[in-house]
Protein backbone atom coordinates (compact mmCIF):
# COMPACT_ATOMS: atom_id res chain seq x y z
CA UNK A 1 0.00 0.00 0.00
CA UNK A 2 1.24 3.52 -1.02
CA UNK A 3 1.64 6.01 1.91
CA UNK A 4 -1.13 7.80 3.72
CA UNK A 5 -1.07 11.27 4.72
CA UNK A 6 -1.31 10.48 8.60
CA UNK A 7 -2.80 13.07 10.89
CA UNK A 8 -2.89 12.00 13.88
CA UNK A 9 -1.69 13.38 17.49
CA UNK A 10 0.68 10.89 18.38
CA UNK A 11 2.84 8.24 17.98
CA UNK A 12 2.74 11.04 14.38
CA UNK A 13 4.13 10.66 11.41
CA UNK A 14 7.87 10.75 11.02
CA UNK A 15 9.94 12.53 7.81
CA UNK A 16 10.25 9.90 5.18
CA UNK A 17 14.13 10.30 4.36
CA UNK A 18 14.45 9.35 8.15
CA UNK A 19 12.36 5.97 8.16
CA UNK A 20 14.53 5.06 4.88
CA UNK A 21 17.70 5.79 6.41
CA UNK A 22 16.63 3.62 9.67
CA UNK A 23 15.83 0.60 7.01
CA UNK A 24 18.92 1.06 5.34
CA UNK A 25 20.89 1.14 8.47
CA UNK A 26 18.84 -2.30 9.91
CA UNK A 27 20.80 -4.47 9.47
CA UNK A 28 23.95 -3.16 9.52
CA UNK A 29 24.41 0.27 11.67
CA UNK A 30 27.62 2.67 10.73
CA UNK A 31 29.91 -1.04 9.78
CA UNK A 32 29.52 -2.43 13.24
CA UNK A 33 27.36 -5.27 11.87
CA UNK A 34 24.23 -4.96 13.74
CA UNK A 35 21.22 -3.00 14.42
CA UNK A 36 21.40 -0.34 16.96
CA UNK A 37 18.90 -2.18 19.09
CA UNK A 38 21.54 -4.75 19.11
CA UNK A 39 24.21 -2.20 20.49
CA UNK A 40 24.95 -2.70 24.59
CA UNK A 41 24.16 1.37 25.57
CA UNK A 42 28.39 1.54 27.16
CA UNK A 43 29.68 0.65 23.77
CA UNK A 44 31.97 3.42 21.73
CA UNK A 45 29.28 3.15 19.00
CA UNK A 46 26.43 3.80 21.00
CA UNK A 47 27.93 6.86 23.01
CA UNK A 48 28.68 8.57 19.20
CA UNK A 49 24.29 8.20 18.92
CA UNK A 50 23.47 9.28 22.33
CA UNK A 51 25.78 12.33 22.20
CA UNK A 52 24.72 13.41 18.55
CA UNK A 53 21.36 13.49 19.52
CA UNK A 54 22.16 15.87 22.30
CA UNK A 55 24.54 18.03 20.31
CA UNK A 56 22.32 18.18 17.42
CA UNK A 57 19.46 19.03 20.11
CA UNK A 58 21.63 21.54 21.26
CA UNK A 59 21.97 23.25 18.14
CA UNK A 60 18.72 22.90 16.87
CA UNK A 61 17.62 24.61 20.28
CA UNK A 62 20.34 27.01 20.51
CA UNK A 63 20.54 25.24 24.07
CA UNK A 64 22.75 27.05 26.54
CA UNK A 65 25.56 26.05 28.54
CA UNK A 66 23.67 25.69 32.19
CA UNK A 67 20.87 23.55 30.82
CA UNK A 68 21.55 19.45 30.84
CA UNK A 69 19.45 17.59 27.97
CA UNK A 70 18.46 14.34 29.42
CA UNK A 71 17.07 11.62 27.46
CA UNK A 72 14.72 9.67 30.03
CA UNK A 73 11.60 7.01 29.92
CA UNK A 74 8.05 7.08 31.15
CA UNK A 75 6.57 9.78 28.74
CA UNK A 76 5.44 13.18 29.36
CA UNK A 77 3.54 11.79 32.18
CA UNK A 78 5.92 11.08 34.50
CA UNK A 79 7.39 14.44 34.43
CA UNK A 80 3.93 15.08 35.77
CA UNK A 81 5.61 13.44 39.04
CA UNK A 82 9.49 14.41 38.33
CA UNK A 83 9.00 17.90 37.97
CA UNK A 84 7.40 18.67 41.80
CA UNK A 85 9.49 15.44 42.56
CA UNK A 86 12.74 17.85 41.96
CA UNK A 87 11.20 20.98 42.80
CA UNK A 88 9.11 21.33 45.28
CA UNK A 89 11.70 20.69 47.74
CA UNK A 90 11.97 24.85 48.19
CA UNK A 91 8.34 25.22 50.25
CA UNK A 92 6.09 22.57 49.13
CA UNK A 93 3.85 24.72 46.81
CA UNK A 94 3.89 25.69 42.84
CA UNK A 95 1.50 27.45 40.33
CA UNK A 96 -0.27 26.02 37.10
CA UNK A 97 -2.23 27.52 34.34
CA UNK A 98 -4.69 25.22 33.27
CA UNK A 99 -5.06 24.87 29.47
CA UNK A 100 -6.63 21.66 29.43
CA UNK A 101 -6.72 17.79 29.74
CA UNK A 102 -3.25 17.69 30.10
CA UNK A 103 -2.40 20.73 32.55
CA UNK A 104 -5.25 18.77 34.48
CA UNK A 105 -3.22 15.77 34.38
CA UNK A 106 0.17 17.31 35.48
CA UNK A 107 -2.03 19.30 38.70
CA UNK A 108 -3.32 16.44 39.92
CA UNK A 109 0.14 14.93 39.72
CA UNK A 110 1.69 17.68 41.66
CA UNK A 111 -1.35 17.77 43.95
CA UNK A 112 0.36 14.42 46.06
CA UNK A 113 3.52 15.98 46.48
CA UNK A 114 2.75 19.38 47.56
CA UNK A 115 0.65 22.26 46.94
CA UNK A 116 -0.72 23.13 43.40
CA UNK A 117 -2.38 26.75 42.48
CA UNK A 118 -4.63 27.03 39.82
CA UNK A 119 -3.79 30.80 39.11
CA UNK A 120 -5.89 30.62 35.95
CA UNK A 121 -7.90 28.22 33.75
CA UNK A 122 -10.04 28.42 30.68
CA UNK A 123 -12.21 25.73 31.49
CA UNK A 124 -15.02 28.00 31.29
CA UNK A 125 -14.95 27.60 27.78
CA UNK A 126 -13.96 23.86 27.10
CA UNK A 127 -9.98 25.33 27.09
CA UNK A 128 -10.41 27.14 23.51
CA UNK A 129 -8.41 30.14 24.56
CA UNK A 130 -5.49 30.49 26.66
CA UNK A 131 -6.04 32.86 29.63
CA UNK A 132 -3.77 36.19 29.85
CA UNK A 133 -2.01 35.85 33.36
CA UNK A 134 -0.21 38.91 34.39
CA UNK A 135 2.91 39.01 36.55
CA UNK A 136 1.54 39.84 39.79
CA UNK A 137 -0.91 37.10 39.43
CA UNK A 138 1.95 34.40 40.45
CA UNK A 139 2.91 33.37 44.09
CA UNK A 140 6.45 35.10 43.97
CA UNK A 141 7.06 31.97 46.68
CA UNK A 142 6.11 29.47 44.43
CA UNK A 143 9.25 26.99 43.34
CA UNK A 144 7.70 27.11 39.77
CA UNK A 145 4.59 28.11 37.40
CA UNK A 146 3.41 25.04 35.23
CA UNK A 147 2.43 25.55 31.61
CA UNK A 148 1.41 23.35 29.01
CA UNK A 149 2.91 25.09 25.77
CA UNK A 150 0.38 23.64 23.39
CA UNK A 151 -3.01 22.41 23.90
CA UNK A 152 -2.68 18.88 21.66
CA UNK A 153 -6.40 18.11 22.76
CA UNK A 154 -8.07 21.82 22.37
CA UNK A 155 -5.74 22.75 19.84
CA UNK A 156 -4.60 26.01 21.47
CA UNK A 157 -0.86 27.58 21.86
CA UNK A 158 0.33 30.11 23.65
CA UNK A 159 0.81 33.14 21.68
CA UNK A 160 3.28 35.04 24.63
CA UNK A 161 4.59 32.94 27.09
CA UNK A 162 3.66 34.60 31.07
CA UNK A 163 6.17 36.50 32.50
CA UNK A 164 6.31 34.54 35.92
CA UNK A 165 9.67 37.21 37.04
CA UNK A 166 12.14 35.15 39.17
CA UNK A 167 9.70 31.79 39.63
CA UNK A 168 11.28 29.56 36.99
CA UNK A 169 8.85 28.57 34.03
CA UNK A 170 8.50 24.48 33.55
CA UNK A 171 6.70 24.10 30.14
CA UNK A 172 5.14 20.87 28.88
CA UNK A 173 6.24 21.23 25.62
CA UNK A 174 5.31 17.66 23.93
CA UNK A 175 3.24 18.82 20.81
CA UNK A 176 5.41 21.64 20.05
CA UNK A 177 8.71 21.89 20.65
CA UNK A 178 10.86 22.47 17.89
CA UNK A 179 8.05 23.85 15.84
CA UNK A 180 8.69 27.40 16.10
CA UNK A 181 12.18 29.44 17.62
CA UNK A 182 11.68 29.44 21.50
CA UNK A 183 14.22 31.26 23.81
CA UNK A 184 15.32 28.40 26.11
CA UNK A 185 16.36 30.73 28.73
CA UNK A 186 12.82 32.00 29.26
CA UNK A 187 12.48 28.41 31.27
CA UNK A 188 13.68 26.85 34.43
CA UNK A 189 12.74 23.04 32.54
CA UNK A 190 10.80 22.33 29.22
CA UNK A 191 10.22 18.77 28.88
CA UNK A 192 8.47 16.90 26.02
CA UNK A 193 7.62 12.84 24.49
CA UNK A 194 9.18 12.16 22.00
CA UNK A 195 6.03 10.67 19.71
CA UNK A 196 5.12 13.94 17.92
CA UNK A 197 7.94 16.05 16.87
CA UNK A 198 11.15 14.19 17.98
CA UNK A 199 10.46 10.40 17.12
CA UNK A 200 8.83 7.22 18.37
CA UNK A 201 7.37 6.98 22.00
CA UNK A 202 9.16 5.26 24.38
CA UNK A 203 11.58 8.93 24.59
CA UNK A 204 11.35 12.20 26.90
CA UNK A 205 13.43 15.12 26.34
CA UNK A 206 13.97 17.16 29.34
CA UNK A 207 16.40 20.37 29.25
CA UNK A 208 16.93 21.56 32.89
CA UNK A 209 18.49 24.46 33.83
CA UNK A 210 21.44 23.32 35.72
CA UNK A 211 20.27 25.42 39.46
CA UNK A 212 17.31 23.54 39.51
CA UNK A 213 18.88 19.98 39.61
CA UNK A 214 19.82 18.26 43.20
CA UNK A 215 17.34 19.44 45.10
CA UNK A 216 14.44 16.17 45.24
CA UNK A 217 12.26 15.65 47.89
CA UNK A 218 13.89 12.78 49.80
CA UNK A 219 10.57 10.10 48.87
CA UNK A 220 11.89 10.55 45.20
CA UNK A 221 12.76 7.40 43.69
CA UNK A 222 16.57 6.98 42.14
CA UNK A 223 14.89 6.92 38.47
CA UNK A 224 12.71 9.99 39.02
CA UNK A 225 15.37 12.48 40.25
CA UNK A 226 17.08 14.67 37.71
CA UNK A 227 20.31 14.87 39.17
CA UNK A 228 21.80 11.13 39.32
CA UNK A 229 20.08 10.89 35.26
CA UNK A 230 22.13 14.41 34.88
CA UNK A 231 25.26 12.83 36.68
CA UNK A 232 24.93 9.92 33.79
CA UNK A 233 24.39 11.72 31.11
CA UNK A 234 21.09 9.69 31.06
CA UNK A 235 23.03 6.33 30.90
CA UNK A 236 22.69 5.45 34.61
CA UNK A 237 20.38 2.55 33.27
CA UNK A 238 19.58 1.36 30.09
CA UNK A 239 17.77 4.20 27.84
CA UNK A 240 15.42 3.54 25.45
CA UNK A 241 18.16 2.97 22.87
CA UNK A 242 16.71 2.69 19.57
CA UNK A 243 14.07 6.01 19.99
CA UNK A 244 17.32 8.16 20.43
CA UNK A 245 18.56 6.98 17.58
CA UNK A 246 15.68 7.68 15.54
CA UNK A 247 15.50 11.22 17.42
CA UNK A 248 19.23 12.01 16.20
CA UNK A 249 18.28 11.05 12.76
CA UNK A 250 15.18 13.41 12.65
CA UNK A 251 17.32 15.74 14.34
CA UNK A 252 19.88 15.66 11.35
CA UNK A 253 16.76 16.22 8.87
CA UNK A 254 15.55 18.88 10.51
CA UNK A 255 19.37 20.52 10.62
CA UNK A 256 19.59 19.29 7.13
CA UNK A 257 15.66 21.17 6.93
CA UNK A 258 17.62 24.80 7.70
CA UNK A 259 17.08 24.14 11.54
CA UNK A 260 14.09 25.40 13.96
CA UNK A 261 13.39 28.99 11.57
CA UNK A 262 12.96 26.95 8.25
CA UNK A 263 10.23 24.21 10.00
CA UNK A 264 9.06 27.25 11.59
CA UNK A 265 7.87 29.56 8.43
CA UNK A 266 6.67 25.82 6.77
CA UNK A 267 4.24 24.76 9.92
CA UNK A 268 2.80 28.62 9.84
CA UNK A 269 2.83 27.91 6.07
CA UNK A 270 0.62 24.81 6.61
CA UNK A 271 -1.56 25.82 9.50
CA UNK A 272 -2.82 29.10 7.16
CA UNK A 273 -3.70 26.38 4.31
CA UNK A 274 -6.09 25.35 6.84
CA UNK A 275 -7.13 27.89 8.40
CA UNK A 276 -7.84 30.13 5.56
CA UNK A 277 -10.29 27.20 4.65
CA UNK A 278 -11.55 26.52 7.83
CA UNK A 279 -12.50 30.16 8.27
CA UNK A 280 -14.27 30.53 4.75
CA UNK A 281 -15.79 27.20 5.53
CA UNK A 282 -19.88 27.20 5.54
CA UNK A 283 -19.81 23.46 7.13
CA UNK A 284 -16.53 23.25 8.92
CA UNK A 285 -15.76 25.04 11.75
CA UNK A 286 -12.68 25.97 14.23
CA UNK A 287 -12.98 25.49 18.10
CA UNK A 288 -10.16 27.20 19.22
CA UNK A 289 -10.05 31.17 20.02
CA UNK A 290 -8.47 32.85 16.95
CA UNK A 291 -5.52 34.37 18.67
CA UNK A 292 -4.69 31.14 20.52
CA UNK A 293 -4.89 28.57 17.68
CA UNK A 294 -2.25 25.97 17.65
CA UNK A 295 -0.05 25.62 14.54
CA UNK A 296 0.78 21.86 15.34
CA UNK A 297 -3.16 20.61 16.26
CA UNK A 298 -6.16 21.67 14.55
CA UNK A 299 -9.61 20.62 15.66
CA UNK A 300 -12.53 21.43 13.47
CA UNK A 301 -16.10 21.00 13.61
CA UNK A 302 -19.15 19.57 11.47
CA UNK A 303 -22.91 19.95 12.16
CA UNK A 304 -23.52 16.60 13.01
CA UNK A 305 -22.25 13.19 13.96
CA UNK A 306 -23.18 11.64 10.80
CA UNK A 307 -21.61 13.84 8.59
CA UNK A 308 -18.64 13.42 11.05
CA UNK A 309 -18.18 9.85 10.45
CA UNK A 310 -19.02 10.47 6.50
CA UNK A 311 -16.01 12.89 6.45
CA UNK A 312 -13.92 10.52 8.35
CA UNK A 313 -14.81 7.52 6.23
CA UNK A 314 -13.94 9.32 2.93
CA UNK A 315 -10.84 11.21 4.58
CA UNK A 316 -9.33 7.47 4.91
CA UNK A 317 -10.45 6.34 1.42
CA UNK A 318 -8.67 8.99 0.12
CA UNK A 319 -5.61 8.40 1.67
CA UNK A 320 -5.83 10.44 4.93
CA UNK A 321 -6.40 9.06 7.76
CA UNK A 322 -6.31 9.67 11.81
CA UNK A 323 -8.21 12.39 11.78
CA UNK A 324 -10.75 11.52 14.30
CA UNK A 325 -11.09 14.76 16.87
CA UNK A 326 -11.07 13.89 20.95
CA UNK A 327 -13.76 12.78 22.27
CA UNK A 328 -13.62 16.08 24.21
CA UNK A 329 -13.78 18.29 21.63
CA UNK A 330 -15.71 16.45 18.70
CA UNK A 331 -15.12 16.76 15.15
CA UNK A 332 -11.96 16.30 13.49
CA UNK A 333 -8.38 16.82 14.32
CA UNK A 334 -5.76 17.25 11.73
CA UNK A 335 -2.26 17.21 13.84
CA UNK A 336 0.13 18.58 11.35
CA UNK A 337 3.39 18.39 12.83
CA UNK A 338 6.93 18.97 11.31
CA UNK A 339 6.71 15.81 9.51
CA UNK A 340 4.18 16.60 7.33
CA UNK A 341 4.11 18.03 4.66
CA UNK A 342 3.07 20.58 3.26
CA UNK A 343 1.23 18.60 0.28
CA UNK A 344 -0.27 16.19 2.87
CA UNK A 345 -2.41 19.47 4.26
CA UNK A 346 -2.88 20.88 0.47
CA UNK A 347 -4.18 17.32 0.01
CA UNK A 348 -6.53 17.34 3.17
CA UNK A 349 -7.85 20.73 1.83
CA UNK A 350 -8.73 19.89 -1.71
CA UNK A 351 -10.60 16.92 -0.13
CA UNK A 352 -12.48 19.01 2.35
CA UNK A 353 -13.70 21.42 -0.20
CA UNK A 354 -14.61 18.62 -2.25
CA UNK A 355 -16.55 17.02 1.24
CA UNK A 356 -18.27 20.55 1.28
CA UNK A 357 -19.56 20.87 -2.46
CA UNK A 358 -21.22 17.33 -2.20
CA UNK A 359 -22.59 17.98 1.41
CA UNK A 360 -24.15 21.76 1.58
N1 LIG B 1 1.38 16.38 27.48
C1 LIG B 1 0.88 16.65 26.27
C2 LIG B 1 0.74 18.07 25.84
C3 LIG B 1 0.50 15.59 25.43
O1 LIG B 1 0.00 15.84 24.23
C4 LIG B 1 0.67 14.26 25.87
C5 LIG B 1 0.33 13.07 25.00
N2 LIG B 1 -0.46 13.23 23.95
C6 LIG B 1 1.18 14.04 27.15
C7 LIG B 1 1.53 15.13 27.92
C8 LIG B 1 1.36 12.65 27.69
O2 LIG B 1 2.46 12.10 27.07
P1 LIG B 1 2.90 10.57 27.28
O3 LIG B 1 1.86 9.74 26.64
O4 LIG B 1 4.22 10.55 26.57
O5 LIG B 1 3.02 10.33 28.74
Not at 151 to 172: H, M, Q, R, W
Request: overall charge positive; glycine content about 8%.
Amino acid sequence: MARVYNFSAGPAVLPEPVLKKAAAEMLDCNGTGMSVMEMSHRSKDYEAIINGAEAHLRALMNIPANYKVLFLQGGASSQFAMVPLNLLGKNGKADFINTGTWSKKAISEAKRYGTANVVATSEDKNFSYIPKVAKDRFDPQASYVHITSNNTIEGTKYAAFPDTGSVPLVADMSSNILSEVMDVTKFGIIYAGAQKNIGPAGVCVVIVREDLIGKALDITPTMFNYEIHAKEKSLYNTPPTYGIYIAKLVFEWMLEMGGVPAMEKINKDKAKILYDFIDNSGLFKGTAAKEDRSIMNVPFTLPSDELTEKCLKEAKQNGLVQLKGHRSVGGLRASIYNAMPVDGVKKLVDFLKKFEAANK
